[in-house]
């Protein structure tokens, strides 16, 4: 790590956008050790058919029909910098701050705050599912990452068998990659609701209505991954589920300010509201039912519903 660098980055910051893109990548790299990405070929293997495990327990149990990206990357934290970044630059593509006065500052502030962000986030985040949106890809473009470093990391300090916690790891994004591939209409509702908030930001203006749509919409996405996650999982997992949360709800005072900064606690918010909502359907009926809201857009639970599984059991006519 080389924070002199990263600083240096930041205060270099330039173009004509409220974020120096480029210079975010390099400050974040600089102040992230990459990790480990010294893997052997069963190594490499064993992520593969953890994935493939999960893609037909999922197909099998939950009834879904979906595919998997062509490539499962392994990567180390610099690669996934890389490639979130270019997910935040597109989605932020055409945020307008309109700010004036001194735009150099403003925009070596916006520089600084993202490289720091996704500084924090590439040390943590373990796997992702990365619907690539607004990607000018036309194809069913979409990806799966595992940050190798962070789970082998974490692993240790929750003192886990690795093996049996990566393959947790892959059961939850692979649930995700369901729920995307079964509803194709998912991602193009999510990126309006997001084009609609960046809208909004860009006009001064923050809409309550939009902002709770993408909040109700992730807080479905989250909460029927973390219940597919469980109903189909092949191995005893309550101990991995005891310490993660331990892990999401703990850390120094530092690492507590940067979750409360990032939205994180709201995030936890939306597995666990999320979750209760989706164990309601699913124990009142069946897993299949609780598939009902990957049918169509209308299918999402409201606000309301979220906290009341029967209101929407009763919107749905079962």
Same mark, same amino acid.
């Given at each position: 790590?080389?924070?002199?660098?990263?600083?240096?980055?930041?205060?270099?910051?330039?173009?004509?956008?409220?974020?120096?893109?480029?210079?975010?990548?390099?400050?974040?790299?600089?102040?992230?050790?990459?990790?480990?990405?010294?893997?052997?070929?069963?190594?490499?293997?064993?992520?593969?058919?953890?994935?493939?495990?999960?893609?037909?327990?999922?197909?099998?149990?939950?009834?879904?029909?979906?595919?998997?990206?062509?490539?499962?990357?392994?990567?180390?934290?610099?690669?996934?910098?890389?490639?979130?970044?270019?997910?935040?630059?597109?989605?932020?593509?055409?945020?307008?701050?309109?700010?004036?006065?001194?735009?150099?500052?403003?925009?070596?502030? !916006?520089?600084?705050?993202?490289?720091?962000?996704?500084?924090?986030?590439? !040390? !943590?985040?373990?796997? /992702?599912?990365?619907?690539?949106?607004?990607?000018?890809?036309?194809?069913?473009?979409?990806?799966?990452?595992? %940050? !190798?470093?962070?789970?082998?990391?974490?692993?240790? $300090?929750?003192?886990?068998?690795?093996? $049996?916690?990566?393959?947790?790891?892959?059961?939850?994004?692979?649930?995700?990659?369901?729920?995307?591939?079964?509803?194709?209409?998912?991602?193009?509702?999510?990126?309006?609701?997001?084009?609609?908030?960046?809208?909004?930001?860009?006009?001064?203006?923050?809409?309550?209505?939009?902002?709770? /749509?993408?909040?109700?919409?992730?807080?479905?996405?989250?909460?029927?991954?973390?219940?597919?996650?469980?109903?189909?999982?092949?191995?005893?997992?309550?101990?991995?589920?005891?310490?993660?949360?331990?892990?999401?709800?703990?850390?120094?005072?530092?690492? /507590?300010?940067?979750?409360?900064?990032?939205?994180?606690?709201?995030?936890?918010? /939306?597995?666990?509201?999320?979750?209760?909502?989706?164990?309601?359907?699913?124990?009142?009926?069946?897993?299949?039912?609780?598939?009902? %809201?990957?049918?169509?857009?209308?299918?999402?639970?409201?606000?309301?519903?979220?906290?009341?599984?029967?209101?929407?059991?009763?919107?749905?006519?079962?």
């Amino acid at each position: 790590m080389n924070f002199y660098r990263a600083v240096r980055a930041v205060a270099d910051a330039s173009g004509a956008g409220p974020v120096d893109w480029a210079a975010v990548a390099e400050s974040a790299k600089a102040a992230t050790a990459p990790g480990d990405l010294d893997l052997s070929s069963d190594e490499v293997e064993s992520y593969q058919s953890d994935v493939r495990a999960a893609r037909d327990r999922i197909r099998s149990v939950g009834g879904l029909d979906f595919d998997l990206p062509e490539t499962i990357e392994v990567q180390h934290r610099h690669h996934w910098i890389d490639a979130n970044i270019e997910t935040f630059e597109r989605i932020l593509a055409d945020l307008d701050t309109g700010v004036e006065f001194l735009p150099g500052v403003v925009r070596s502030v !916006n520089t600084g705050s993202m490289a720091i962000s996704i500084s924090f986030l590439a !040390n !943590n985040v373990l796997g /992702q599912y990365d619907p690539l949106l607004l990607s000018p890809d036309t194809g069913n473009a979409h990806a799966l990452y595992f %940050v !190798n470093p962070n789970i082998e990391r974490v692993a240790d $300090r929750l003192a886990v068998d690795l093996p $049996r916690f990566r393959r947790w790891i892959a059961f939850h994004e692979v649930t995700h990659a369901a729920e995307f591939g079964s509803a194709p209409w998912l991602a193009n509702h999510l990126e309006d609701c997001l084009e609609d908030v960046v809208d909004d930001l860009s006009s001064g203006r923050f809409d309550r209505a939009d902002f709770k /749509q993408v909040d109700v919409t992730m807080t479905a996405v989250e909460g029927y991954a973390e219940l597919l996650m469980d109903r189909t999982f092949d191995d005893e997992y309550d101990d991995l589920r005891r310490k993660l949360e331990e892990r999401r709800r703990g850390g120094n005072p530092l690492t /507590q300010l940067m979750r409360h900064l990032l939205g994180l606690g709201r995030k936890r918010r /939306q597995y666990e509201r999320g979750k209760d909502f989706f164990d309601a359907v699913a124990d009142a009926e069946d897993l299949q039912t609780a598939s009902l %809201v990957w049918e169509r857009k209308e299918n999402l639970p409201t606000d309301s519903e979220l906290d009341d599984a029967e209101k929407w059991l009763a919107r749905m006519g079962v």
